[in-house]
């Protein structure tokens, strides 16, 4: 059974035999990669912006499509490399699907932070042992063990030089997902099996919490924990104990979508300008004069925020079925983001469903602020690139 992103099945009470509770506990549900209600002859199952599988059981296995087939794999050769110099299209049939588009793109980054192998880490470890080795712990010993009678041992503690670190443990972790989603492609598989032989001295977690990264951590070993996390959050780990049957796997097109238009409005704006994320900026939405109660603490978090030389600009990602055809409320919100920035210009950067890429201009509001919809083909990374390169050189204008 197959699906396209934002779409909605029917299922009957038959075809999936089971309870509403039972059906909630499934682990697509619990993430929210799609939503369970009851209808009069069984379940609607609304399925959000993700591709993949999702599993009911071993008979009812939903495959979940690009709303544009294509996207993931193009979209994350953008994130990881910024534009391409020549032109590329998605052939049809020639793109990966996104689950093995992601997990490719993941086994070449980990391999890459593997190059020179596994990071090590001192690890402090405490122990009780005849022979003395780092610091003896004396209230540990007398305590714990010489009022015990174990007069041959002390308590110590020591640093181990230790390659079963939190970062070898989160990579390890997704190469076992990796490899699992590129079993049907040879290649990348092989270098994930690679990589987690580089990473055996790490212990292997069925779920392991994303690490706590220090601040003097390279951007290329963040940009691979992050894709690690998305295989990791994307893939629940039942499916080892499932054999060779189907498991439930997925990735969230928009948040793909979204880092590749940041990354190409990094690598085209203009050199003066900075390109950052809303949320981070922390910009309210209301305010209130004197004599007035506390506002709404509600903020205004657009995707991309691009400012320079006085000037400001925003863009929010939408990779939705409507396409170029954006909805009042995705207008209205980008209006509202641009009064709480005092932007300039904004714009909504869609898929082109309904027509050729290009630029359309929706007009101005009453602080000159343009609005803006910038149509984009995401399997071809030379035309997003040229696009968004013209809005961001307009903005410095």
Request: aromatic share 6%; charged share 20%.
């Amino acid at each position: 059974m197959r699906t396209r992103t934002y779409g909605r099945l029917q299922l009957t009470h038959q075809e999936v035999g089971y309870s509403l509770e039972e059906l909630s506990n499934l682990s697509w549900v619990q993430s929210k990669v799609a939503s369970v209600r009851p209808s009069r002859f069984g379940f609607d199952i609304e399925v959000g912006p993700y591709a993949g599988t999702i599993v009911v059981h071993e008979n009812l296995v939903i495959t979940i499509d690009e709303m544009v087939p294509g996207t993931v794999d193009a979209c994350l050769a953008l994130s990881s490399s910024g534009r391409r110099q020549a032109a590329q299209a998605a052939q049809p049939g020639s793109t990966l699907p996104p689950l093995a588009a992601i997990a490719r793109a993941f086994s070449a980054m980990v391999e890459r932070e593997l190059a020179a192998g596994p990071q090590k880490e001192y690890i402090a470890t405490s122990a009780h042992s005849s022979r003395v080795r780092g610091k003896v712990h004396v209230g540990e010993t007398v305590r714990a063990l010489w009022s015990r009678g174990r007069h041959d041992l002390l308590a110590i503690r020591y640093r181990n030089l230790s390659e079963d670190t939190e970062i070898n443990r989160y990579l390890l972790a997704a190469c076992n997902r990796a490899e699992h989603l590129l079993r049907h492609h040879d290649e990348a598989r092989i270098t994930v099996q690679r990589c987690m032989q580089m990473l055996s001295g790490a212990q292997m977690l069925p779920d392991p919490a994303f690490p706590s990264l220090s601040p003097s951590i390279s951007t290329d070993l963040r940009g691979t924990l992050r894709m690690a996390e998305a295989i990791i959050r994307g893939v629940p780990f039942n499916f080892q104990s499932a054999g060779a049957s189907p498991f439930s796997a997925w990735v969230n097109i928009d948040r793909v979508f979204e880092e590749a238009v940041r990354t190409l409005c990094r690598s085209t704006a203009p050199t003066n300008f900075t390109v950052t994320d809303g949320k981070s900026q922390k910009i309210p939405l209301f305010h209130a004069i004197e004599g007035e109660g506390e506002p709404m603490q509600k903020r205004a978090d657009p995707d991309i925020v691009i400012y320079g030389d006085g000037r400001t600009g925003l863009l929010d990602a939408k990779y939705r079925k409507s396409g170029e055809k954006v909805t009042e409320d995705e207008i209205y919100q980008l209006i509202a983001h641009a009064g709480a920035f005092s932007a300039d210009a904004a714009a909504l950067v869609t898929p082109a469903l309904h027509g050729p890429p290009g630029i359309r201009r929706l007009g101005r509001v009453n602080t000159g602020c343009s609005v803006d919809v910038i149509a984009v083909d995401p399997t071809q990374a030379d035309v997003m690139s040229d696009l968004i390169g013209r809005w961001t050189t307009s903005l410095a204008q």
